[in-house]
């Protein structure tokens, strides 16, 4: 082949390839790949609301000293119990019950106390503006059983419970040691019987100087009790008096003749002294007998003294008046849960009975705070032992259970009992006396029912 054939078809063939080249599709790209899906960022969420504590109003009487011990107890429920606001209303004795009274006549919610400090609860509890508490009682399984024998009977309107006493009442015999040493008289001891008492009274008083024995005539159901007497043949629906019984005219008249043989001070003399407390503080009487209220003060003062049981009859019983102020729930309150919450701290060795009983305001309602740290302390009195004793020993009989006692007191009982204290009655004619003012009145309101 001629070198002019052979290069033709060299560019014969170049021409077909460019040809090919251009009607060939372009190529595909390789498409990148999407960046990676990163996850959502949360959705800011609204702040929840700050929940108000439910706010609770506390009454309570007493002086600006004593309503700092109450705060003191409120602080402590508060802090444990943040949920829950409580505010004291306070009041003087004199005013506070009428108060309350109007409180609980508004019917405003907003002014009724939720929870309240009163005596006596019966009466109350039948005017209908306290809350029966047997519900809660059973809900929260509440041990009753740890209050002192019968002092829930004080708190209680026809079979149920309608408060918690903060206390009890346990009169023991406080003495002056020093004032039995100088007078060479061995000191009380649960052996004592009236008639120890009586022998030990005759060389402890001295004349225009000294008194063996000062004590409030509304305590002489200590003696009724202790020799088997009675006030009333039944103390919730009563239907006679028993004080013209012959238990009852001897106890009455022991203690008439400790005053009349100048041992024991007139309770007209008393009050004029300044009291209980004022005169042994002052060694003007070597002994006393009353509740633990005066511990702080002797404590105080300095004296040295200590506390025994209250000597018996012989052949008789220990026995001590089983009440107190109680803390109630109005059944007017609005927020009675929390109400509740409060009022089983309250009466708890955990709560408020630990800090009133460690504080040396109270001897606590119940026997395990009685039986804790909390009184069992090393301060005097040294013969701690004589008041849980006495506790032991309460029992019903020092007043009675029914809306009407205290007008009893009040206007027939207190009155007739004061002109034997004085002197101007013989108890052997005034109380059978006494007694037909006592029927009439109990029959005049329909007892027994």
Excluded at 140 to 164: H, I, M, R, T
Excluded at 226 to 250: F, R, W
Excluded at 251 to 267: E, H, N, Q, V
Excluded at 402 to 431: K, N, Q, V, Y
Aim: glycine share 8%; aromatic share 12%; with cysteine.
């Amino acid at each position: 082949m001629s070198n002019y054939y052979r290069n033709l078809i060299v560019a014969l063939l170049a021409i077909a390839l460019l040809a090919l080249s251009a009607c060939a599709p372009p190529a595909t790209p390789v498409p990148a790949q999407p960046p990676a899906e990163q996850p959502a960022a949360p959705a800011e969420q609204p702040a929840a609301p700050a929940v108000e504590p439910v706010t609770l109003t506390w009454a309570l009487w007493g002086s600006p000293e004593e309503v700092v011990s109450h705060q003191r107890v409120a602080d402590a429920f508060m802090a444990e119990h943040p949920e829950i606001k409580v505010e004291i209303w306070n009041q003087p004795w004199d005013d506070y019950f009428t108060k309350i009274q109007a409180l609980w006549a508004s019917g405003d919610t907003a002014l009724i106390p939720d929870i309240a400090f009163l005596w006596p609860t019966p009466r109350y509890a039948a005017e209908g503006v306290l809350e029966n508490l047997d519900p809660f009682i059973e809900q929260a399984g509440y041990d009753l059983n740890d209050y002192w024998p019968g002092l829930l009977e004080s708190a209680k309107y026809q079979g149920s419970v309608y408060g918690f006493p903060r206390d009890i009442e346990v009169n023991v015999l406080y003495y002056n040691q020093d004032l039995f040493d100088a007078a060479g008289v061995a000191y009380p001891d649960e052996s004592w019987t009236w008639d120890e008492l009586t022998a030990a009274a005759e060389k402890l008083a001295v004349p225009g100087e000294r008194y063996a024995l000062a004590m409030e005539g509304g305590k002489f159901s200590k003696w009724l009790n202790q020799n088997g007497g009675a006030i009333l043949d039944d103390y919730v629906n009563p239907s006679k008096c028993m004080l013209a019984e012959p238990a009852a005219v001897e106890a009455i008249s022991f203690f008439a003749d400790l005053m009349t043989k100048g041992y024991a001070m007139r309770p007209a003399d008393l009050n004029q002294a300044g009291g209980d407390q004022a005169v042994f503080i002052s060694d003007q009487a070597a002994m006393i007998i009353q509740n633990t209220s005066r511990v702080s003060a002797f404590n105080q003062a300095g004296k040295n003294y200590d506390v025994a049981v209250v000597p018996i009859p012989e052949g008789g019983q220990r026995w001590n008046p089983a009440g107190g102020a109680a803390w109630v729930m109005s059944a007017g309150s609005d927020a009675k849960d929390a109400a509740w919450t409060f009022l089983s701290w309250l009466q708890s060795t955990e709560g408020g009975e630990q800090i009133y009983t460690a504080s040396g305001e109270i001897f606590p309602a119940l026997q395990s705070t009685a039986n804790s740290p909390a009184f069992l302390t090393d301060q005097p009195p040294a013969n701690k032992q004589a008041i849980i004793d006495e506790a032991a020993a309460s029992g019903v009989g020092g007043f009675g259970y029914f809306p009407e006692w205290g007008e009893l007191d009040g206007s027939i009982l207190g009155p007739g009992m004061d002109l034997i204290w004085s002197g101007e009655a013989d108890p052997a004619t005034a109380l059978p006396a006494l007694c037909k003012q006592i029927d009439a009145f109990l029959a005049s309101y329909g007892y027994p029912k």
